[in-house]
């Protein structure tokens, strides 16, 4: 089965405070995504990666950064975190070049609130 | 601006019922139309659609995509408690590998 993990679940951060997000996935996939859930606004693409060390903006780039240096991780990072970035991160992968490429596998999410 | 557009926002039907979900959407360079179910935790895949007028079907569920008219809309027949969740639309472009989500349709079926 396609895995991808993401390690924290639920966190809990304050104001200010450097934040890591990480996503490892299993199944050799090229492309790997950072998206936020919020009520009402749906999946928005925060970045995406189509190969290592390789990033590109998404919709909402500002106030996070990405970090791929090897193929199975992609990492999202909040520089300093801020209230406005509570929310649910999921990560996201898919292959290339193959039939059913752009089916995105999911994570189980990475809630997180920031006092 | 691309846009994709999920209606209804929300929906509550009884066991047995049937629903209809509507995705429409204005985008460049569009390659294909994916569904996908989100209940607790990571949206899972339901179709892919790229060419118009063809179903894909998956028991209970049906999708079909309408390129001239750029919608695709979700079938569920005899509705179960367990069809409860959230249904996302998502865009492929050619452009690249960015991808469109639309805002999702949240369907509760009630016993």
């Known amino acids: 089965d396609v895995k991808v993990t993401q390690s924290s679940r639920y966190l809990v951060k304050r104001t200010g405070e450097k934040v890591f997000l990480e996503c490892v996935q299993d199944?050799?996939?090229?492309?790997m995504f950072w998206y936020r859930q919020d009520p009402g606004l749906g999946l928005r693409l925060i970045y995406f990666?189509?190969?290592?060390?390789?990033?590109e903006k998404g919709d909402i780039p500002e106030g996070y950064s990405v970090s791929r240096e090897k193929k199975e991780r992609f990492s999202l990072i909040l520089e300093s975190a801020s209230t406005n970035q509570t929310s649910m991160y999921l990560c996201a992968s898919s292959g290339q070049g193959r039939p059913g490429a752009n089916v995105l596998t999911f994570g189980a999410g990475s809630r997180l609130t920031v006092l | 601006e691309d846009k994709v557009v999920q209606s209804p926002l929300s929906l509550v039907v009884h066991e047995g019922d049937t629903v209809t979900l509507n995705c429409s959407y204005e985008v460049t360079n569009f390659r294909s139309l994916l569904w996908y179910k989100q209940e607790k935790k990571a949206p899972t895949f339901l179709f892919m659609l790229t060419s118009s007028g063809i179903e894909k079907k998956s028991g209970r569920l049906s999708s079909i995509l309408d390129k001239k008219e750029l919608f695709s809309i979700l079938n569920i027949t005899a509705t179960q408690t367990g069809d409860s969740a959230v249904y996302l639309c998502n865009i492929v472009r050619n452009a690249g590998n960015m991808l469109t989500f639309g805002g999702g349709t949240r369907l509760m079926v009630k016993p």
């Open positions: 990666s189509y190969d290592v060390k390789m990033k």
């Open positions: 199944m050799d996939h090229e492309n």
